[in-house]
C-alpha cells in the first residue's frame, strides 16, 4: 500500500529535550515536506526537499533541522524544543511539480506536546 | 511570494444543502489549485485539483471553479452528507516553477443530519 507514515504519532517532551520525528515513504516520490498546523492557521511549511542531500526552508524554519540521506526517510528534529512548537506536524511526499501538478500525499500526523 | 485567503473559516450546513468555500490568491504564476479533505485524526487527502488552462471541473458531487483573471476559486459540493463533514484545505503553486505549495487556512465544514 503507498503511503507515508509517521513516529510517534504523539510525543509529551519538556523544553530543551532533543527530539527526532520520522518520515518515511514507499511511492518513490523526489519531494518530500514538513508542515505544522495549528487552530487558525493552517497548515505551514518548516522545511522541503526536492532530492537526496537537497533541503531548503520553508515557511516557518526556525527551531527546525531536517535531513534528506535517503529518498525514503526525511526526520524532523527539534534539537532544543520549546512549548510555542507544540503543534500537529505533518509529513508529505511528491513527484516534482510539473504538468500534471504536485498533489501531495501526507502522512498521518505526529501531535507534539512540549512542556 | 504567494498569500492564499480561504472562507469562511467555518460553514454550517443542513444534509442535503449544497457548500461553497472559496479562496483566494495573490500569485499570477500560480497555475495548480488542489483541495484537500482533512478527517478527524487523519492527514489532509486530495479531493479534487483544477489547474490553470480550464475553469471548472466535476466529480460526482464535487466540483471546483476557478476564475483565473479575479484570482479566485471555489470548491462546491452538493447534496451534502454527513460524511463531508471535515476540514477543508485549498492550496496554490506553480506547479512549473517553485514547489512550494500554499495552504488556506481552512475550513471546518459541519453537516447536520
Known amino acids: 500500500e503507498a503511503q507515508v507514515t509517521q513516529n510517534p504519532r504523539y510525543l509529551i517532551t519538556v523544553t530543551g529535550k532533543k527530539l527526532t520525528v520520522t518520515c518515511s515513504q514507499n511511492?518513490?516520490?523526489?519531494?518530500m515536506s514538513w508542515y505544522r498546523q495549528d487552530p487558525g492557521l493552517g497548515l505551514r511549511q518548516i522545511y522541503y526537499?526536492?532530492?537526496?542531500?537537497?533541503?531548503d526552508k520553508g515557511d516557518v524554519p526556525e527551531g527546525y533541522k531536517v535531513s534528506r540521506k535517503e529518498k525514503r526517510n526525511f526526520p524532523l528534529i527539534l534539537e532544543s524544543p520549546s512549548p510555542n512548537q507544540t503543534s500537529l506536524y505533518f509529513c508529505?511526499?511528491?513527484?516534482?511539480?510539473?504538468?500534471?501538478?504536485?498533489?501531495?500525499?501526507f502522512g498521518p500526523g505526529t501531535r507534539l506536546t512540549v512542556l | 511570494g504567494e498569500n492564499v485567503e480561504q472562507h469562511p473559516s467555518t460553514l454550517s450546513v443542513q444534509e442535503g444543502d449544497s457548500a461553497v468555500i472559496k479562496c483566494t490568491y495573490s500569485?499570477?504564476?500560480?497555475?495548480?489549485f488542489p483541495w484537500y479533505k482533512q478527517e478527524l485524526g487523519k492527514g489532509p487527502q486530495l479531493i479534487i485539483d483544477?489547474?490553470?488552462?480550464?475553469g471548472e471541473k466535476k466529480d460526482q458531487r464535487i466540483a471546483v471553479t476557478l476564475n483565473k483573471t479575479a484570482k479566485h476559486f471555489s470548491l462546491h459540493i452538493t447534496e451534502t452528507q454527513p460524511e463531508d463533514s471535515a476540514v477543508y484545505f485549498c492550496?496554490?503553486?506553480?506547479?512549473?516553477?517553485?514547489?512550494?505549495?500554499?495552504f488556506g487556512r481552512g475550513t471546518s465544514l459541519i453537516v447536520h443530519p
Open positions: 526537499s526536492m532530492n537526496v542531500e537537497v533541503t
Open positions: 500569485d499570477s504564476a500560480s497555475n495548480y
Open positions: 511511492m518513490n516520490h523526489e519531494y
Open positions: 492550496a496554490a503553486s506553480n506547479a512549473g516553477g517553485s514547489y512550494i505549495p500554499t
Open positions: 483544477i489547474r490553470s488552462n480550464v
Open positions: 508529505a511526499s511528491s513527484v516534482p511539480p510539473g504538468l500534471a501538478g504536485n498533489e501531495q500525499f
